[in-house]
């Protein structure tokens, strides 16, 4: 992130040294969140790390983000009692060269984007749904998609490359699904067990066509605590 001291010290700098050798980079977030009822909520953010303002060719470094979240219980009339289900829906959007540029004063730190976790090039779908059952039963059920063009993290967009437009992904894309459901235990407020059955697919798989697998998978989790 763009501190104050480096800043104080790029202007104390002279002329012909440090001041003219480096160049500052910003990138800002507005994210925005809409009550719509007592169990739905609406919330999505913009990020714009750069904007085709220096020159026609350059393309627009942005990213954003929109979802919904239902935390309202359903109730049921059965005999067994009342049912809860909780919602979540999120889509996430973020162009290819964001987080880079040529200068090398990118928002990158031990080689993870200071934003969203899957980098550039990216779109990516998750959807979730929790019932919970009883008391201390609950099934969740969730499923990931994402899209990923060939576009790197820390590779960034150069003048010599002319126009390019970020509008769409990159190159061969690849697309990859995975789907899971869960049974979880919580007997009690620090206990949590969870066994879980999943499906992934890859198309594909690093950008490369005909590089396709899948497989079916398995996982046990135990959340303790004291």
Same mark, same amino acid.
Do not use: C, K
């Given at each position: 992130?763009?501190?104050?001291?480096?800043?104080?010290r790029?202007?104390?700098?002279?002329?012909?040294?440090?001041?003219?050798?480096?160049?500052s980079?910003?990138?800002? /977030?507005a &994210?925005?969140?809409? +009550?719509? !009822?007592?169990?739905? @909520?609406?919330?999505? %953010?913009?990020?714009?790390?750069?904007?085709?303002?220096?020159?026609?060719?350059?393309?627009?470094?942005?990213?954003?983000?929109l979802?919904?979240?239902?935390?309202?219980?359903?109730?049921?009339?059965?005999?067994?009692?009342?049912r809860?289900?909780?919602?979540?829906?999120?889509?996430?959007?973020?162009?290819?060269?964001?987080?880079?540029?040529?200068?090398?004063?990118?928002?990158?730190?031990?080689?993870r984007?200071?934003?969203?976790?899957?980098?550039?090039?990216?779109?990516?779908?998750t959807?979730?749904?929790?019932?919970?059952? /009883?008391? &201390?039963?609950?099934? +969740?059920? !969730?499923?990931?998609? @994402?899209?990923?063009g %060939?576009?790197?993290?820390?590779?960034?967009?150069?003048?010599?490359?002319?126009?390019?437009?970020?509008?769409?992904?990159?190159?061969?894309?690849?697309?990859r699904?995975?789907?899971?459901?869960?049974?979880?235990?919580l007997?009690?407020?620090?206990?949590?067990?969870?066994?879980g059955?999943?499906?992934?697919?890859?198309h594909?798989?690093?950008?490369?066509?005909?590089?396709?697998?899948?497989?079916?998978?398995?996982?046990?989790?135990?959340?303790?605590?004291?």
């Amino acid at each position: 992130p763009y501190t104050i001291v480096e800043r104080i010290r790029i202007r104390e700098a002279s002329n012909d040294s440090l001041r003219s050798l480096e160049r500052s980079n910003l990138m800002v /977030s507005a &994210d925005l969140s809409y +009550r719509i !009822s007592r169990g739905l @909520t609406l919330y999505g %953010e913009l990020l714009v790390d750069d904007y085709a303002t220096e020159s026609a060719d350059m393309p627009n470094r942005i990213g954003y983000q929109l979802g919904f979240r239902s935390e309202r219980p359903f109730r049921s009339n059965r005999s067994s009692g009342a049912r809860y289900i909780r919602l979540l829906g999120e889509y996430t959007r973020v162009r290819n060269y964001t987080y880079s540029v040529e200068y090398a004063q990118d928002f990158i730190y031990r080689d993870r984007p200071l934003g969203y976790v899957l980098g550039p090039d990216v779109e990516n779908v998750t959807l979730e749904a929790v019932h919970d059952i /009883s008391r &201390d039963w609950q099934i +969740r059920s !969730s499923g990931d998609f @994402t899209n990923h063009g %060939e576009g790197r993290l820390g590779v960034p967009w150069f003048r010599s490359q002319g126009a390019v437009s970020t509008v769409g992904l990159s190159g061969i894309v690849e697309e990859r699904r995975e789907v899971w459901s869960d049974v979880r235990w919580l007997p009690r407020d620090n206990v949590d067990l969870s066994v879980g059955v999943g499906f992934r697919r890859i198309h594909s798989e690093g950008n490369i066509l005909g590089r396709d697998r899948s497989a079916w998978l398995g996982r046990i989790a135990a959340d303790l605590r004291y």
